[in-house]
T-cell receptor
Framework: DAGITQSPRHKVTETGTPVTLRCHQT?????MYWYRQDPGHGLRLIHY???????DKGEVSDGYSVSRSKTEDFLLTLESATSSQTSVYFC???????????????FGPGTRLTVT | AQKVTQAQTEISVVEKEDVTLDCVYE???????LFWYKQPPSGELVFLIR??????QNEISGRYSWNFQKSTSSFNFTITASQVVDSAVYFC?????????????FGEGTQLTVNP
């Protein structure tokens, strides 16, 4: 199994508070991703990173920011949490070889976030 | 824009039955990658298979098999002689060839229940 951990695993927070979720990998993979999973939507990409300090937006990036200061850590911040951000958040990692960046992604265990 | 459709929201079978999960995709790229993931009741996401657009060979792995047909833009997944442990949500996903990471577009998932 890929070495990916997420913290916290569960969090309840109030509307308007900032929240930071952490993804940590021990695989030294270049690419890291944040997804959210909601009923009826599958998983949707929030942000991703293709290297230290290199990040880009995904499909549902509004209200979220990310940072990657080290290869092993990818942080997701909800600037001011809203009830619509109640979800399960998954981190994923993938590697690439010369000529292809579309390798399979391996997922962390998920963080269940509830915004009240 | 890429899109993945899993028309079957829920499927229920009796143990030992064969079951096929459908996946239809849309993409404008000629180079792309297709994936299947399994999410058991415990919640983690497990990678099952990756297939690139140039390889239309069907694949078999134990009781699992995948049928990729570019002519119909489908990548269907069959479980032969299903077992209770196969009960899970199964996701089909698509990524296009990119240089900055493989951003996955997921279908909404199919909930498979295998009854004893």
């Amino acid at each position: 199994d890929a070495g990916i951990t997420q913290s916290p695993r569960h969090k309840v927070t109030e509307t308007g508070t900032p929240v930071t979720l952490r993804c940590h990998q021990t695989e030294n993979h270049r690419y890291m991703y944040w997804y959210r999973q909601d009923p009826g939507h599958g998983l949707r990409l929030i942000h991703y990173s293709y290297g230290v300090k290199d990040t880009d937006k995904g499909e549902v990036s509004d209200g979220y920011s990310v940072s990657r200061s080290k290869t092993e850590d990818f942080l997701l911040t909800l600037e001011s949490a809203t009830s619509s951000q109640t979800s399960v958040y998954f981190c994923a990692i993938s590697e690439s070889t010369s000529g292809s960046s579309s390798y399979e992604q391996y997922f962390g265990p998920g963080t269940r976030l509830t915004v009240t | 824009a890429q899109k993945v459709t899993q028309a079957q929201t829920e499927i229920s079978v009796v143990e030992k039955e064969d079951v096929t999960l459908d996946c239809v995709y849309e993409t404008r790229d000629t180079t792309y990658y297709l994936f299947w993931y399994k999410q058991p009741p415990s919640g983690e996401l497990v990678f099952l298979i990756r297939r690139n657009s140039f390889d239309e060979q069907n694949e078999i792995s134990g009781r699992y098999s995948w049928n990729f047909q570019k002519s119909t833009s489908s990548f269907n997944f069959t479980i032969t002689a299903s077992q209770v442990v196969d009960s899970a949500v199964y996701f089909c996903a698509l990524s296009e060839r990119e240089t900055s990471g493989s951003r996955l577009t997921f279908g909404e998932g199919t909930q498979l229940t295998v009854n004893p």
